[in-house]
């Protein structure tokens, strides 16, 4: 684990699985269908059970950059944030205005729905193929931005799968002002 306090919240790396995380919303990496897939998003539905499917059924879809809320089965996690992040294509197709924007939407829900505590994956890192260490930069500098100009949520964890996410994520985080 790792921290940094930002306005009187606190960023939170861990290495780990996000689907076991007690907090009061995890996000899904997701795609615009809302359909499922493998990833932390075929995790998340099966650990979650068959109602988080349901409700991403009623809601139909989501357009790249953007995230819907769902709540959270029967994972620990009260809630569900579905995040849509870009196809990394070569950096230059809009995709880092689209990864910074997925995640300040993400926090955006988490605000306006008073969550004290927020658990990301690494989103677009996969299936997406966004190289990780530019994925890591814009992931932590839309949470500490948000942070600096709305001082919450309280908590916003990054659960990274593997030691080479985490420490691709820890270097960024101590560069952090
Ligand atoms: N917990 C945390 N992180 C995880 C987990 C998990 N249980 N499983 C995988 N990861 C990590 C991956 O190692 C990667 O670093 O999450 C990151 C994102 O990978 P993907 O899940 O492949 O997500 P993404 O790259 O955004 O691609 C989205 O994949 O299956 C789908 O439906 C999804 O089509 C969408 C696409």
Redesign the pocket.
Known sequence: MKTKDINGCRIELVE????TQDVDSIVN???SSLR????????IHRAGGPGIMEECRRIGGCPTGWAVLTGGGTLPARHVIHAV?PVYRDGRHGEPELLSGCYRRCLEIAAENRFESVAF??????????P?ADAARIALAAAAGFLRSKGVPGVVRF????KA?FDAYAKVLDGLE
């Open positions: 780990g699985d996000i689907t990496a997701a795609n499922g897939g493998g990833g932390v998003d075929g995790a992040g994956p690494s989103i677009s890192t996969g299936a997406y193929g966004y990780v659960v990274l799968f593997g996410a």
